[in-house]
């Protein structure tokens, strides 16, 4: 997406690529229409060939995709015009639905791409939508977002992005801004008494306020939409492996009673009360271990460790504390974590209470399936830092979102603080100014083509 030309056709194969049911072609721009007549032979016409072009809009009609040339006939097909402005693009747009095999459909795309259509880039086709005013930014990045949802909760974030709460929220703040800046400006270019005075402290106030309100569920979107890295962790045997296999409910890590069994990470994400939560099995860490395969594992151990968000330190609750557990407990000592003491349906030996005194312990069975779902809240109340409370939808899921409210945020302030010290009003316009591009980058008022297209790239071809 090298120059941002929406006046062309693009087309794309719109599902992933694989033997499926169906698949689709998509074209959208002025020439939609026309390549499609070109390729598209109605089963109508067969019978009846004047009626060869006639395509209603909006109306699936069966007919074949047939290669111009020749007219071989390449698959046999349902097609759809879509004509601007009702559309995803708000451009003209055709649905090719194919049998979904790759070759039927890379040679119906090949055939559009002939016909005069460019290959889309990843994106192209919301970036349109957007430029075209039928969705704005957060909202094409809701799409992005529902597509890529790992729960249900994480896809009701993302619905209720696209329906346009959060740009709605948004909007209206900035409109606030964009009246105290009114104000300011005019004051910069006339004397006092030809414009009423009017008072920007309190609206900066509520403005303050707002973004505070619209900022203070983020936290818990953002772990929706992106989910919780959780690293296993403990030395040998412990059953670090079961532990993973009964979060599953599943048997996935190989378990078996002789020490080292685990060799390199393994993950898999469950679904813990909406949160996406990415478990890593890691090979069983020890201080010395002349075995090469087994020492890279324990570096990747260790890796994992480092780019987990939560540690899950295992315990043998069945044998007493080695110093291997002492010193693993050591590494996790700066992440949030929880004590798991594996184990339970064996006697017990009491762990000394200065192993990692502030992490919360729990006692688990893995091989039971005892504690598990205790385990699980425990998780949930470490992410969203204890209090659970089932409060409404949060309104903003990404980062991006986050830094461009933060940044708002300190820009009123910065202005209110400026406007009570007695700075001038051209002065305190500036930071205003900052904070209503700064809300206008959330829905694409302000937003420059790098950021498009980083934005962009991230989709997938043909949505
Ligand atoms: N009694 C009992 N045995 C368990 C429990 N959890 C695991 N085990 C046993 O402990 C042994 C080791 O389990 P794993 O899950 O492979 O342990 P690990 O920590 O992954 O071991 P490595 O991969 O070697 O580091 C196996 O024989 C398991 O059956 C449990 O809760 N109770
Ligand atoms: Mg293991």
Redesign the pocket.
């Known amino acids: 997406m090298k120059t941002f030309s929406i006046d062309d056709t693009i087309a794309a194969i719109a599902t992933p690529l694989g033997e499926g049911g169906v698949g689709i072609v998509k074209i959208s721009g002025p020439e939609a229409r026309s390549i499609l007549e070109q390729l598209f032979v109605p089963a109508s016409a067969v019978r009846h060939p004047a009626s060869l072009v006639h395509l209603a809009p909006r109306r699936l009609t069966f007919g074949h995709i047939c290669d111009p040339r020749t007219g071989a006939m390449v698959d046999e097909v349902l097609a759809v015009y879509m004509p601007a402005p009702r559309s995803y693009t708000r451009q003209d747009v055709v649905e090719i639905q194919a049998h979904g095999g790759i070759v039927p459909l890379r040679q119906t795309l090949q055939l559009t791409l002939m016909s005069g259509a460019r290959l889309a880039e990843p994106g192209e086709m919301t970036l349109r939508a957007f430029v075209n005013g039928r969705l704005d930014l957060a909202q094409a990045e809701a799409v992005l977002d529902v597509v890529q949802a790992r729960t249900e909760a994480a896809l009701r974030v993302a619905t209720e992005q696209l329906e346009g709460k959060l740009s709605a929220r948004v909007r209206s703040v900035r409109a606030q801004l964009v009246e105290v800046l009114a104000y300011l400006e005019a004051s910069i270019d006339f004397v006092e008494d030809e414009i009423p005075s009017q008072d920007v402290i309190a609206p900066l106030r509520q403005v303050g306020h707002a973004l505070q309100d619209i900022l203070s569920t983020a936290d818990r979107g953002l772990i929706y939409r992106q989910g919780i890295r959780a690293a296993i962790v403990?030395r040998?045997?412990?059953?670090?492996?079961?532990?993973l296999n009964a979060l599953l409910r599943g048997e996935r890590?190989i378990?078996?009673?002789?020490?080292?069994?685990?060799r390199d990470t393994l993950e898999e994400t469950i679904n813990i009360q909406g949160v996406p939560l990415v478990l890593v099995?890691t090979?069983?860490i020890r201080a010395e271990t002349g075995d090469e395969v087994e020492r890279i594992g324990v570096e990747r151990s260790r890796a994992a460790l480092d780019r987990a968000d939560l540690a899950l330190l295992?315990i043998d609750g069945s044998q007493p504390l080695t110093d291997a557990d002492r010193s693993i407990s050591a590494l996790i000592s700066r992440k949030p974590g929880l004590v798991v003491v594996?184990?339970?349906?064996?006697p017990q030996i009491e762990l000394p209470t200065d192993l990692l005194p502030a992490v919360p312990r729990l006692s688990?069975?893995?091989?039971?399936g005892e504690g598990i779902e205790a385990l699980e809240e425990a998780v949930v109340g470490l992410v969203f830092g204890g209090a659970v409370t089932a409060a409404d939808t949060p309104l903003v899921s990404n980062p991006r979102h986050q830094a461009s409210l933060k940044r708002a945020l300190d820009y009123v302030g910065a202005a209110e603080g400026g406007q009570l010290g007695g700075l001038s009003s051209d002065l305190v316009a500036i930071d205003v100014r900052e904070a209503v591009d700064a809300l206008g980058e959330i829905t694409g008022e302000t937003v420059s083509e790098d950021l498009l297209e980083a934005i962009f790239a991230n989709f997938c071809i043909g949505k």
Do not use: R, Y
């Not at 040998?236 to 532990?243: A, D, E, F, M, Y």
């Not at 378990?255 to 685990?262: A, F, L």
């Not at 594996?342 to 064996?346: Q, T």
């Open positions: 403990g040998p045997n412990v059953g670090k492996s079961s532990l890590a378990v078996t009673p002789i020490p080292g069994t685990t099995d090979a069983g295992v594996n184990k339970n349906d064996l688990v069975s893995a091989l039971m």
